[in-house]
């Protein structure tokens, strides 16, 4: 049979980074915008450092894998990010092994460089709290801090999203950014990172009348602005003018909000973390902490979280020691 061009069996002649274009190729149509821009971001290492090596599909080996990683990880990128690199590199080879091309996949036999369990820089609440105090984004950093939401979560809900009446609150919407031939766009999209990212969440009092103030506000701006745009309407996160506020955006504001600060340099995404060690500090079970996280396994949230909830044990046991 023959596959994109030239028969199965001469894919092993193939040069490798004419695989992985092929690869790319074929993964635009299949994955997300932002999928496909971390993607973008992994060739664009990747496709350089095997073109100048000349190697033919057939000739990479794990040695050349291996040589692969550590040139990585000497250009000071991290394990988990190496670890993305292999992936890619093995969904490469599955694709042409599952077309019948008559291969042997070399990433199983590389050792992945081992990934140190990530410590998020946490804030107590309080520190959160006076910093935002008054903040443009003040409404955003609270609903990271006490719901753990990712960026993507927060900047996707709408009103219909927001139970006042059932005091609910519900994720079921991201907006992310993407970059679409050399340009930065807005994506909204109802397909979620996982299914596990699809969940719903008691209103907090605090949540609610801030939410209220927000749509007061809403209609006030509405009212009084004669150029204020109606098209973001279904959003609760618009500026003044009714535009839906960009995940850059906020992700620089509260980066510049923090440098002008003596607390220590956390990133937005670090809200999570925050949310995860109090959920921990208050003995709730992992399996309760993957659900309000999201996450589509509970060994994630082990390899994030497990540390954490090791110290919460030990410090019982230290204060057991001294009755």
Same mark, same amino acid.
């Given at each position: 049979?023959?596959?994109?061009? /030239?028969?199965?069996?001469?894919?092993?002649?193939?040069?490798?980074?004419?695989?992985?274009?092929?690869?790319?190729?074929?993964? +635009?149509?299949?994955?997300?915008?932002?999928?496909?821009?971390?993607?973008?971001?992994?060739?664009?290492?990747?496709?350089?450092?095997?073109?100048?090596?000349?190697?033919?599909?057939?000739?990479?080996?794990? $040695?050349?894998?291996?040589?692969?990683?550590?040139?990585?990880?000497?250009?000071?990128?991290?394990?988990?990010?190496?670890?993305? @690199?292999?992936?890619?590199?093995?969904?490469?080879?599955?694709?042409?092994?599952?077309?019948?091309?008559? !291969?042997?996949?070399?990433?199983?036999?590389?050792?992945? &460089?081992?990934?140190?369990?990530?410590?998020?820089?946490?804030?107590?609440?309080?520190?959160?709290?006076?910093?935002?105090?008054?903040?443009?984004?003040?409404?955003?950093?609270?609903?990271?801090?006490?719901?753990?939401?990712?960026?993507?979560?927060?900047?996707?809900?709408? /009103?219909?999203?927001?139970?006042?009446?059932?005091?609910?609150?519900? !994720?079921?919407?991201?907006?992310?950014?993407?970059?679409?031939?050399?340009?930065?766009?807005?994506?909204?999209?109802?397909?979620?990172?996982?299914? %596990?990212?699809? +969940?719903?969440? &008691?209103?907090?009092?605090?949540?609610?009348?801030?939410?209220?103030?927000?749509?007061?506000?809403?209609?006030?701006?509405?009212?009084?602005?004669?150029?204020?745009?109606?098209?973001?309407?279904?959003?609760?996160?618009?500026?003044?003018?009714?535009?839906?506020?960009?995940?850059?955006?906020?992700?620089?504001?509260?980066?510049?909000? !923090?440098? @002008?600060?003596?607390?220590?340099?956390?990133?937005?995404?670090?809200? +999570?973390?925050?949310? %995860?060690?109090?959920?921990?500090?208050?003995?709730?079970?992992?399996?309760?902490?993957?659900?309000?996280?999201?996450?589509?396994?509970?060994? $994630?949230?082990?390899?994030?979280? %497990?540390?954490?909830?090791?110290?919460?044990?030990?410090?019982? %046991?230290?204060?057991?020691?001294? !009755?």
């Amino acid at each position: 049979s023959r596959q994109a061009g /030239w028969a199965v069996a001469e894919v092993g002649e193939v040069p490798f980074d004419e695989g992985v274009r092929r690869w790319m190729t074929r993964k +635009r149509s299949e994955v997300a915008p932002s999928t496909f821009e971390g993607y973008q971001h992994i060739t664009a290492r990747l496709l350089p450092y095997f073109r100048k090596l000349d190697l033919t599909m057939n000739e990479v080996s794990p $040695t050349a894998l291996e040589s692969y990683c550590a040139f990585l990880l000497d250009a000071g990128l991290s394990a988990n990010t190496v670890n993305h @690199h292999l992936t890619l590199i093995k969904s490469v080879f599955n694709d042409e092994i599952r077309n019948g091309a008559p !291969i042997l996949n070399p990433v199983k036999c590389v050792k992945a &460089p081992r990934v140190e369990t990530f410590q998020g820089e946490t804030l107590s609440v309080e520190q959160i709290g006076q910093l935002f105090e008054g903040d443009p984004i003040e409404d955003i950093v609270r609903i990271g801090v006490i719901y753990g939401l990712r960026r993507s979560e927060i900047l996707g809900l709408r /009103w219909s999203d927001i139970g006042f009446e059932t005091g609910t609150l519900q !994720i079921r919407h991201k907006v992310a950014e993407v970059r679409i031939n050399g340009k930065r766009q807005l994506v909204r999209s109802n397909d979620l990172k996982t299914e %596990a990212s699809r +969940r719903a969440f &008691p209103l907090s009092d605090d949540i609610r009348q801030r939410l209220k103030r927000r749509k007061a506000q809403i209609e006030e701006n509405r009212a009084k602005k004669r150029r204020y745009r109606t098209a973001d309407a279904d959003y609760v996160f618009v500026d003044a003018n009714g535009k839906l506020l960009s995940p850059e955006y906020v992700s620089d504001h509260f980066r510049w909000r !923090i440098a @002008h600060s003596d607390l220590p340099k956390i990133r937005f995404h670090d809200l +999570r973390h925050t949310c %995860a060690s109090l959920l921990i500090q208050r003995r709730t079970p992992l399996i309760e902490v993957q659900q309000w996280l999201g996450h589509s396994t509970l060994s $994630t949230t082990a390899d994030l979280y %497990a540390h954490l909830e090791y110290e919460t044990k030990l410090a019982s %046991a230290q204060t057991l020691k001294k !009755i």
